[in-house]
């Protein structure tokens, strides 16, 4: 991300301290994670402490300061979905995309995430993939799933 782009998004928040919170988000949303040097860049603009900033970037989940691949996976680990089979749905999406969890498909495609809890237990095993919920998941119907991400342009 350039530091015009990154300028942009400061502007739109008007350079407010009190919008660091919204300004890592649009970063976020636009780059796909937080690279360190944006991270520096915004403590300067902004006139906050490069140790602030990063503190805030490490506390939030929703934040990663890794690269990210272009669809964002996350498995849950909660106990509705896991007695439900949500471990072997978990294996199956490490055993087809080749990776471990938190880690991203060498062709940045595909990253894979876990969280405790979505929520939405009675779906369970529950999948979500660029924020759109998979329920009722199983070896097959994830196979299936990842592969038409796959083929997906955007
Ligand atoms: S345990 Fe998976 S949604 Fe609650």
Partial sequence: ?????IDKILESHEYKKSALIPILQDIQSKNRWLPCETLKYVSEKLDIPLIDVYSLA?????FSLKPRGKHVVTACCGTAC????????LQEIQNQLNIGVDETTPDKKFTLETVR????CALGPLV????????QMNTKKIASTLKK??????
């Fill in 1 to 5: 991300m350039n530091p015009a782009e």
């Fill in 128 to 135: 979500v993939i660029d924020g759109k919920y998979h329920g």
């Fill in 149 to 154: 991400y796959a083929k997906k342009k955007k």
């Fill in 58 to 62: 490490t506390f939030y989940k929703s």
């Fill in 82 to 89: 896991h007695v439900r089979g949500g471990p072997k749905v």
């Fill in 117 to 120: 809890c979505l929520g939405a």
